[in-house]
């Protein structure tokens, strides 16, 4: 680990190294190139020792460096096998006498890079050695010396590519704390070989992007400003020292717009100049408090080539708008170039990484009559070009142009019709009615923030239906007629909304639910007497409302006791029982949901006719119970014999206390036996007609 530390490590030495190979010429040179130089350097002790060529008769020792051919393929990893053809340098690390073989086999190292690196390293990780057989049946031959010129040393990377790629980290640390170098993008060079700009040169590369209005490269304004062209010596100097002064001092005035080559600059102003009075640089909708922190699905996770639905902002601003997962990818540069691919024409177009948005398509969408809705595909070619193209239709249909007050951020029209083959969304492409009725609205969106303009949106234009629904990008497309927005904010409102729902089967489809407000409770009026009647319900009946089935000025006498037969009780309980089943409130009845089991069958004749015996059982208990109680005196006075009979009350003069029940079950017994008394009597035979 030392040793690789060291062989890595930035030092005194060796930036006095890379000062002086810089001080041998004027060109600039990238952190990767003087890695490598360095990287050189520090293995020059490795190729000082004298280089065997390869032969298997030949006796080498450990310690030797053989120089060897290979055109064969190689292991590299456990799935991946490549070709590999070209010489190497390898070093004897071991070697093993093979009896059965009768040669010696040398088992070797390799110190450099690429592809043979890979190799070795695998055969490490897998444990496995390389061997190469020598001195095959003895002959002990004195091997070759290679040329100096021969070695692939000087040519192939002299170390392995980690510690190439840990010499560049180390050096992009080291050479900015030195005050001996300047550099610009990746390219370095000594401060003494800086060209000193002149002011009056600015001046004049000011004037000129001022007339042209056009974005100019380093290169082009050297060759202008200085009369250098590319092959002079001092070319690329001057191109690095113009880039360092216009970056570091000139930073206000001038714009870096494109990292092609050399760069390219426009002016800063000029640039910004291109948002003004544009639909798209109007203020954008206010942004709510959401009650959930739910991450946009739908509009996330893009990526090139990528289809845009462009809206009625786009379209007005010459612009396309981006997803927001992809403004780091574009933000390396200001100016693309875009292709039409179905007319190879070119349009210059620029970015604004704040905004979001490409800008520079307005006469391609005016002169094709583009309307809102349509398909339009980027794909990337290059670091900073595009092909695009959008979807036609083979016959022109007819569309609507909108107009825009830049004072208001209104939207007016829509006009007379044109003509196009652009072939709109079905989904999302508003019609002209709705164009119409959505610019009478854009009145009500003040101070209306973006969920408040998407519950407006829901409202007027959602379908029809228990739930009102809409796509969500066609919602975006409406809101945007309002205010400026993006369809990840408009997906992120709805998610995060607790008036809108997402839809579990259709893809991008949300319901708008209305709120439902606490309902207010009304006191309700009681006549004067209920309320009292109400207050004393629970326990709190004055005594002297109590019923006890005494007439006026009859009393009780303490002494008196009131004895109730169990008969009695038994059949007020059954009574009181049947009536409260039958004032059992009605149950609501239930909706069936998917999936549950159908309600039970209704009782068989066989369970009825079962009830129906134990009832009658019950009662003729209760009856015998009765006649048993009335008996019970005269067996008394029987036993007793000469006692006095004792005075008791008779049931019958007990109607309190439930005794009113009683009377009535006793008659209805009495009743019912009756019938039953007849049946028994044997009917009296008729006599028989006699026979004539």
Not at 52 to 59: G, V
Not at 166 to 186: G, Q, Y
Not at 254 to 266: A, E, I, R
Not at 277 to 297: H, I, M, T
Request: aromatic letters at 8%.
């Amino acid at each position: 680990m030392d040793n690789e530390n060291s062989t890595t490590r930035i030092g005194e030495d060796d930036l006095s190294f890379i000062e002086k190979e810089l001080g041998q010429t004027k060109r600039p040179f990238s952190i990767k190139e003087l890695a490598e130089k360095l990287a050189f350097q520090k293995t020059a002790s490795q190729r000082i020792q004298d280089v065997l060529k390869y032969d298997p008769a030949c006796l080498y020792q450990v310690g030797n460096q053989i120089y060897k051919e290979y055109n064969e393929s190689l292991t590299v990893s456990s799935r991946q096998v490549e070709h590999f053809e070209g010489a190497v340098v390898l070093k004897v690390v071991n070697k093993v006498f093979y009896k059965g073989f009768n040669c010696e086999m040398i088992e070797v190292d390799y110190a450099g890079g690429g592809l043979f690196r890979r190799y070795i390293d695998y055969m490490k990780k897998t444990k496995t050695q390389v061997l190469i057989p020598s001195n095959c049946d003895g002959l002990a031959r004195t091997p070759e010396k290679m040329e100096r010129g021969e070695d692939p040393r000087l040519t192939g990377l002299p170390m392995a590519d980690k510690d190439i790629k840990s010499i560049e980290r180390n050096l992009k640390t080291a050479i900015p704390k030195s005050h001996k170098f300047f550099s610009w993008n990746d390219r370095w060079q000594l401060v003494e070989n800086e060209v000193s700009i002149p002011e009056d040169k600015i001046k004049e590369i000011e004037a000129h992007l001022k007339e042209t209005s056009v974005a100019a490269s380093t290169g082009s304004l050297v060759t202008k400003s200085f009369g250098l062209e590319p092959s002079h010596s001092l070319y690329d100097i001057h191109c690095l020292s113009l880039n360092f002064v216009l970056e570091k001092k000139y930073k206000k005035e001038f714009l870096f717009v494109s990292d092609v080559g050399w760069g390219k600059w426009h002016l800063k102003a000029a640039v910004g100049a291109m948002l003004e009075n544009l639909p798209l640089s109007a203020a954008a909708a206010r942004f709510p408090e959401l009650v959930g922190d739910e991450k946009p699905e739908l509009s996330a996770g893009l990526e090139f080539p990528l289809k845009i639905y462009l809206t009625w902002r786009e379209v007005a601003s010459g612009a396309i708008k981006i997803p927001k997962s992809l403004h780091k990818e574009l933000a390396h540069s200001r100016e693309y170039i875009f292709t039409d691919a179905d007319e190879a024409k070119s349009y210059t177009v620029y970015y604004f990484p704040v905004q979001g948005f490409f800008l520079g398509l307005k006469d391609y969408f005016d002169s094709h009559n583009i309307p809102q809705g349509t398909s339009l595909t980027l794909e990337r070619k290059a670091p900073n070009a595009f092909n695009f193209w959008i979807k036609k239709s083979k016959k022109k249909m007819a569309t609507v142009k909108l107009g825009y007050e830049t004072k208001d951020d209104l939207f007016a029209g829509p006009g007379e019709d044109v003509f196009t083959y652009a072939m709109p969304n079905k989904i999302i492409y508003l019609e002209r009615d709705i164009l119409a009725k959505l610019i009478s609205l854009a009145g009500q969106r003040n101070d209306l923030d973006l969920r408040e303009l998407l519950v407006m949106v829901f409202k007027n234009f959602g379908q029809d239906g228990a739930d009102r629904s809409l796509h969500y990008l066609r919602a975006y497309h409406m809101v945007d007629l309002f205010r400026q927005t993006s369809q990840e904010e408009v997906e992120a409102v709805l998610l995060n909304s607790t008036e809108f729902i997402k839809s579990e089967k259709k893809k991008g489809i949300f319901y708008y639910r209305e709120p439902v407000l606490p309902a207010k409770e009304e006191k309700i009026h009681l006549p004067e007497e209920a309320e009292i009647a109400i207050e004393a319900l629970p326990g709190e009946i004055p005594v002297s409302e109590i019923p006890t089935g005494l007439e006026a000025g009859e009393e009780l006498e303490e002494e008196e006791k009131i004895e109730i037969p169990p008969q009695v009780l038994a059949a007020e309980t059954i009574e009181k029982a049947a009536a409260a089943k039958k004032e059992k409130p009605a149950k609501k009845k239930k909706l069936k949901l998917e999936g549950e089991k159908a309600p039970r069958a209704k009782k068989s004749e066989r369970r009825i006719i079962e009830e129906q015996i134990q009832l009658e059982e019950s009662e003729q208990e209760a009856l015998s119970a009765i006649k048993e109680k009335e008996l019970e005196p005269e067996r008394v006075e029987h036993r007793a014999g000469e006692k006095k009979e004792e005075v008791k009350p008779a049931a019958a003069k007990l109607p309190s206390f439930g005794g009113l029940f009683a009377e009535k079950l006793k008659v209805a017994l009495k009743k019912k036996e009756e019938p039953k008394k007849e049946d028994a009597e044997p009917k009296k035979e008729e006599p028989a007609e006699e026979k004539s």
